[in-house]
């Protein structure tokens, strides 16, 4: 039986605690009275996936009381039929176990083969991430589909600054084989609650400018309502959300995410030994190992149906997966960054993915209000090595290169910065045919943590390189004590001390 989330007040008989670092951890001895909260433990997952597939497509959510048709019946011959898929931002387990896409988009496919659907297209909807490659999407949707359909280029990524984007409303640019399409069939994995629903069409399918409206500074909630209400309009969707469990790590790394009193023998022989192995390698070693061994992730829920229906049963079971409550708002909130985000698959995690995984995912995981006070301190963890993947994190480079040292002001970036990184050739070119994220990337990292920012009183990274941390506006210190000791401006001599234990994810719900 899984165990909801737990928080723990730290006391002298309290071990050593695992505080990530990226692709490292460190064990740290937390101060007395500090409360750490443990993600819950994985709901009881579906026993057999194939056959929840099965029942979602035959059985789909309907617009409230509303009966949905099955999917086999909406599929006719000489229709045009798009299938659009969660992109890289959610790495394959393994070669061993096939992807969750790749099932879903098999059984999808024999049930159009039995219609007599000819003519299918399939879209990685990764919006303004970059592409995968061709490796890559082989390992999303499975060897035989992609034997398939790739040769015919019926496979694709989907390129938000292509020439034959299809205006279905102004300013709303659309993928061509999705706007074309008679049907199209979304299949989205949920590993967090705002990733349901319209999210994935309107976002990770729409041209630059459609998606840059929307995931930009200050992006307005408006302009996503406006933009799911044009595609709802538009397209005859029938949306499949498989929502994930909480395994992050391999069984290798099964320590990383279990509580450290609990730990077994092979527990603290596996930390010894990736302890001994961070010590000798560099962190773009260590991050290509959690690349090479990914978890395999399993399923709590498979629906299908109404887009509307289907996001809001998938953002409940989410939220109620991941909700902790934690009481109230720390004064100092401790955290560290995931090994592997959605911004560094295949990559080494730069200062500024590092800065948006703590300060824009951890932070901004809350229902009511956020895990550290108004003014309260952040101290986080990782080196901030300044260290840009060449291949998929030319822009970032720059704009770490270039802009910070000039001002790292939200305004200033936006007026004089922008509009190059929004609309230059090269990064647009590196976008569409080399795999890089599209010049704006980086712009969403920095805006994303600026809410933080303006919560908090300071920000402190234990063990970074300080030129990075002074770059980016926040402060440096070599140990915790030292981080507290600088905060003591900010919060006094006796904080209030949180540390969240992710990964795994959690939401905190505070009083």
């Known amino acids: 039986m899984s165990r909801p989330g737990f928080v723990?007040?730290?006391?002298?008989?309290?071990?050593?605690?695992?505080?990530?670092?990226?692709?490292?951890?460190?064990?740290?001895?937390?101060?007395?009275?500090?409360?750490?909260?443990?993600?819950?433990?994985?709901?009881?997952g579906v026993p057999h996936v194939g056959e929840a597939i099965d029942q979602a497509l035959s059985a789909p959510l309907g617009a409230g009381s509303e009966p949905a048709a099955p999917l086999a019946t909406r599929l006719k011959p000489g229709m045009k039929l798009a299938i659009t898929f969660t992109d890289g931002s959610r790495p394959a387990p393994s070669a061993a176990a096939p992807d969750l896409r790749g099932r879903v988009?098999?059984?999808?496919?024999?049930?159009?083969?039995?219609?007599?659907?000819?003519?299918?297209?399939?879209?990685a909807a990764n919006g303004l991430?970059?592409?995968?490659?061709?490796?890559?999407?082989?390992?999303?949707?499975?060897?035989?589909?992609?034997?398939?359909?790739?040769?015919?280029?019926?496979?694709?990524a989907h390129d938000a600054e292509a020439p034959d984007l299809v205006e279905v409303a102004p300013g709303v640019l659309l993928n061509k084989a999705v706007a074309e399409a008679d049907l199209v069939v979304n299949v989205v994995l949920v590993d967090q609650p705002q990733r349901t629903g319209w999210d994935q069409l309107a976002t990770g399918l729409t041209g630059t400018a459609t998606a840059w409206a929307q995931t930009g500074l200050g992006g307005d909630p408006a302009v996503r309502a406006e933009v799911a209400g044009v595609l709802a309009d538009e397209l005859e969707v029938f949306q499949i959300e498989v929502v994930l469990d909480q395994q992050l790590f391999p069984p290798q790394l099964g320590f990383l995410s279990r509580r450290e009193w609990e730990w077994k023998v092979r527990d603290r022989v596996a930390f010894l030994g990736f302890r001994q192995f961070q010590a000798i390698a560099p962190h773009r070693v260590r991050r290509m190992y959690f690349d090479t061994n990914p978890a395999p992730y399993g399923v709590l829920q498979v629906a299908a149906g109404d887009v509307t229906a289907v996001g809001a049963a998938s953002a409940e079971l989410v939220t109620r997966q991941q909700g902790v409550r934690l009481g109230e708002p720390a004064d100092v909130l401790l955290a560290g960054p995931a090994p592997v985000t959605e911004h560094n698959i295949g990559a080494v995690m730069n200062p500024l993915i590092a800065a948006w995984d703590t300060l824009g995912r951890t932070f901004n995981a809350y229902t009511g209000k956020p895990a550290v006070r108004e003014g309260g301190a952040m101290i986080l963890f990782h080196p901030l090595t300044q260290a840009f993947n060449s291949r998929f994190h030319t822009a970032s480079a720059d704009f770490f290169a270039d802009v910070l040292p000039a001002t790292t002001d939200t305004g200033r970036i936006r007026s004089e910065f922008e509009p190059k990184f929004l609309g230059d050739e090269w990064y647009a070119n590196l976008y569409r045919t080399q795999n890089a994220f599209h010049g704006v990337h980086p712009l969403q990292l920095w805006y994303d943590t600026r809410a933080a920012v303006e919560h908090c009183g300071d920000i402190i990274w234990v063990g970074a390189d300080r030129s990075s941390a002074e770059r980016m506006g926040f402060r440096a210190a070599s140990t915790l004590a030292d981080a507290l000791e600088i905060a003591s401006a900010t919060v006094g001599r006796n904080p209030a001390i949180t540390h969240l234990h992710t990964p795994p994810s959690m939401l905190a719900e505070l009083s």
Do not use: M, N
């Open 105 to 123: 988009l098999e059984q999808v496919l024999e049930l159009a083969a039995a219609a007599g659907v000819d003519d299918v297209r399939l879209v």
């Open 129 to 156: 991430r970059r592409k995968q490659t061709s490796d890559e999407l082989r390992g999303l949707v499975g060897e035989r589909v992609h034997r398939s359909f790739a040769v015919q280029q019926r496979l694709t």
């Open 8 to 44: 723990l007040e730290v006391d002298d008989r309290t071990p050593p605690l695992l505080i990530g670092e990226g692709a490292g951890c460190r064990l740290e001895r937390l101060p007395v009275g500090t409360r750490v909260a443990y993600p819950a433990e994985s709901l009881p």
